[in-house]
């Protein structure tokens, strides 16, 4: 079992920048793809970034790639989404998840290829 904790959502102008953070709970963390997803009101869950249980392999929805990067440290059980050059229609309830992948790896890009999510932390960007 493994518990997801985001924080450091908040209101930021556009073009600023902001970080969340995602703490996991439990002692095989170095063993999960993590990922990062978005749900605006009234839209679909998307996905905006992930990464390998190594940190090795990182990879980007369109929409971010540029402007937001995803890392990792296994040792404080710790996934990290900053974001950089932020528009309004970043604005949204962002969630990290994990899956269990053991030492492989795979791009898990769909929300039901996680098992795992936290609550969300709100991200609101003003024009």
């Known amino acids: 079992q493994v518990e997801l904790v985001e924080s450091g959502g908040g209101l930021v102008q556009a073009g600023g920048s902001l970080r969340v953070s995602c703490a996991a709970s439990g002692r095989t963390f170095s063993r999960y793809a993590m990922g990062w997803f978005r749900q605006a009101p009234g839209k679909e869950r998307e996905f905006v970034a992930a990464?390998?249980?190594?940190?090795?392999?990182?990879y980007y929805a369109n929409s971010v790639k540029g402007r937001f990067t995803i890392s990792r440290d296994n040792a404080k059980n710790t996934v990290y989404l900053q974001m950089n050059n932020l528009k309004p229609e970043d604005t949204a309830v962002y969630y990290c998840a994990g899956k269990f992948s053991g030492l492989g790896w795979k791009q898990y890009r769909a929300p039901y290829e996680y098992d795992y999510w936290g609550q969300g932390t709100q991200v609101t960007i003003s024009s």
């Open positions: 990464i390998n249980w190594s940190a090795e392999m990182t």
